[in-house]
């Protein structure tokens, strides 16, 4: 399982065919409390770059962009009663939906962990 | 023998200046600062606040279905006891009336009591809009002169009136631009907007059926040109852009978007939101836009913020004209003032994009309006606009060594100031700030918004506020920021002394409870249909 990251703060988790997405730490950081999370719905086709879903916060709604193209096979169905799993744990228990990537190539423009850390620094 | 006291000061009260520990009230009430229940907590069950007839009617057939079967648990109050409730309420309120809202992009400011008083004149308060035409000219004069000022002071060829508010006005405007488009049987499906634009403009982008894609920001916090050019195609139907933007600052090149976007095939709305702050000096046709809603409340002076209603007009260009919503006053060969409805407008409009609204728009917004812009004269105006951005300068300028100023270096702001959280310490808030602000007398600023600034405050003083308020409130903001540097923890738990302390919006939002879930009826006592209406 292979993590990768984007320059909008979404991670993806790829294993095999699939892969899981969420906003990374450093996302729910900047938004604050998490109130509400609007899941894409299952059997969605998205594109890479599409927003799919939208997080709101105490302090703004953000849009989060799929970082890959493919088919949304499963919605995080806990967020809709606990969505501040999204501030304690945005990078497991957290994430907003799974994947069926279309185009695995797709991966290749994402950053790495230790890209997105020297990226997250650079902010 | 001594003087009389006439402070009524006594001994047994201590020196002056010391605060030592008040008694709790049994009520919960402290002096004049009152407690209040919910309506449903004031234990009013049983009893009825008016006579019914004593013997129910007899159901309709038709409507036995629907007869009550549960009692509906309202409270049961007496006239004095609600009109107590509501006004005790009000009391925990903050107005405009009792102080400076310095909220950004919101521009609330004072409402002279001059529109007051015409707007409550008989002939403008007291007329229904079917009553006949001729019983109503001079309502219709003051719609026709009004439009009139709005086109003359934004350059523009036409004005429709009905929008009720900004939002609805920036819809009128956008299904303007989507009929122009469609006469010419050009199916566009994109609309621009840039990040420093209004939050609704995106969302009536889409509520018109476009797709929106986002334009990024200049550092200097502008829309950035060359990515809008790099964007333009067929594709793209027009922008929305916000000017002067919800940074504060003038989009110096209006022109050179407009021009661009026309050459592209598209068409210009700019959201006239923040006109307060060029009013008199500019008039938004010359830079080439082709749509744009006035909200009547920001810069010329009705009541806002419960205080509604809203009115939002659109002065259209020329391309924009012809397509303009019904209905409309429009003079006659008689010289009679005239409402041209659906009937009249395949004579006088004929490629009109239809109704928006049930009658012809806020007649009391128009007539408070018309009054603050015939009390002002054009100079006057200027005045306005001149005013609105020195105070806003004024506070910027004030407090730019105290708070980060994210595009203070790049110049002067227009009608309002932009701060960030960046130079708060670690565990310091804007929301500590603005809740801090409450304390200190004042409803906070606007913040969070716009997005892209970090923890943004967002301060629009108004050219109603005289120097010496503006200190006042500058002496505040500096004070907290100060208590912030030197990381006072009881900022952080702010506010002490509102009506409630801190509450928590997170939950609030998370769980929110939307309606009462006490008790209800008290077992014993009759409910509301039971007592039949005694």
């Known amino acids: 399982m292979t993590t990768y990251f984007t320059k909008d703060h979404e991670w993806i988790s790829v294993d095999g065919p699939m892969g899981t997405v969420g906003i990374t730490d450093y996302a729910q950081e900047q938004l604050g409390d998490i109130t509400f999370v609007e899941l894409p719905g299952e059997g969605d086709k998205v594109g890479k770059g599409d927003s799919v879903s939208v997080v709101d916060s105490v302090k703004a709604a953000s849009d989060v962009y799929t970082p890959v193209s493919g088919e949304v096979r499963e919605a995080n169905a806990a967020l809709n009663d606990e969505p501040e799993l999204v501030n304690t744990k945005p990078e497991s228990d957290g994430w907003l939906f799974k994947v069926l990537l279309s185009d695995a190539s797709e991966l290749d423009g994402l950053m790495d962990e230790a890209a997105y850390k020297a990226y997250v620094d650079s902010l | ?534």
């Open chain 2, 1 to 534: 023998m001594n003087a009389p006291n006439k402070s009524g000061w006594k001994p047994e009260m201590g020196a002056a200046g010391e605060t030592g520990a008040r008694p709790m009230t049994s009520s919960g009430d402290a002096g004049l600062a009152l407690e209040e229940p919910l309506i449903f907590e004031l234990g009013g069950f049983g009893k009825c606040g008016v006579d019914f007839d004593s013997e129910p009617g007899e159901i309709s057939p038709a409507l036995a279905k629907f007869a009550r079967s549960a009692p509906v648990d309202l409270p049961g109050l007496t006239e004095p006891e609600t009109v107590r409730h509501y006004t005790r309420l009000s009391r925990q309120n903050y107005a405009i009336d009792l102080g400076p809202f310095p909220l950004g992009s919101c521009t609330m400011k004072h409402n002279p009591r001059l529109n007051e008083a015409m707007a409550r004149l008989p002939g403008f308060a007291d007329i229904h809009p079917l009553q006949p035409m001729d019983t109503v000219q001079g309502a219709f004069e003051v719609i026709e002169q009004l439009a009139d000022w709005l086109c003359k002071l934004t350059g523009m060829e036409a004005v429709a009136m009905s929008p009720k508010a900004g939002a609805h006005g920036e819809l009128c405007g956008i299904l303007a631009m989507r009929a122009a488009l469609e006469a010419r049987g050009d199916a566009r499906e994109v609309i621009l907007v840039p990040e420093s634009a209004h939050g609704t403009n995106p969302a009536t982008a889409a509520f018109a059926g476009y797709r929106v894609e986002n334009i990024p920001a200049t550092k200097d916090g502008r829309v950035d040109l060359d990515a809008l050019k790099s964007r333009l195609g067929p594709d793209v139907a027009g922008v929305m852009i916000t000017n002067p933007n919800t940074c504060g600052l003038f989009e110096r090149e209006m022109k050179a978007i407009s021009d661009a976007v026309h050459a592209a095939g598209g068409l210009v709305y700019c959201d006239g939101a923040n006109f307060n702050a060029i009013v008199g000096k500019v008039r938004p046709g010359d830079l080439g836009i082709d749509a744009m809603h006035i909200n009547l409340h920001k810069t010329f002076s009705t009541p806002h913020g419960g205080g509604g209603p809203g009115s939002g007009p659109v002065v259209l260009s020329a391309r924009l004209a012809p397509f303009a919503p019904i209905p409309f006053v429009r003079r006659d060969e008689k010289g009679r003032l005239r409402l041209i409805e659906e009937r009249g407008a395949k004579e006088h409009l004929p490629q009109t994009f239809g109704r928006m609204t049930a009658f012809h728009g806020q007649m009391g917004m128009f007539t408070r309006a018309l009054t603050y812009i015939l009390s002002h004269g054009v100079d006057g105006l200027r005045q306005v606009a001149e005013d609105a951005v020195l105070n806003a300068n004024y506070v910027l300028r004030s407090l730019e060594d105290v708070l980060d100023a994210p595009f203070a270096h790049a110049g002067p702001c227009m009608h309002e100031a932009l701060f960030s959280d960046d130079d708060l310490p670690e565990g310091f808030s804007t929301l500590d700030i603005a809740k801090g602000l409450i304390d200190e007398g004042f409803h906070p600023m606007t913040v969070y918004f716009p997005l892209v600034v970090h923890g943004a405050m967002l301060i629009e003083p108004t050219e109603t506020e005289s120097k010496a308020g503006l200190d006042r409130f500058i002496g505040s903001m500096r004070s907290l920021a100060e208590r912030a540097q030197a990381k006072d923890e009881s900022l952080k738990t702010a506010p002490h002394y509102a009506p409630r302390r801190r509450l928590d919006e997170t939950r609030a939002a998370r769980k929110p409870v939307l309606v009462y879930k006490g008790e209800g009826v008290p077992p014993g006592e009759p409910s509301l249909s039971e007592i039949g209406g005694s």
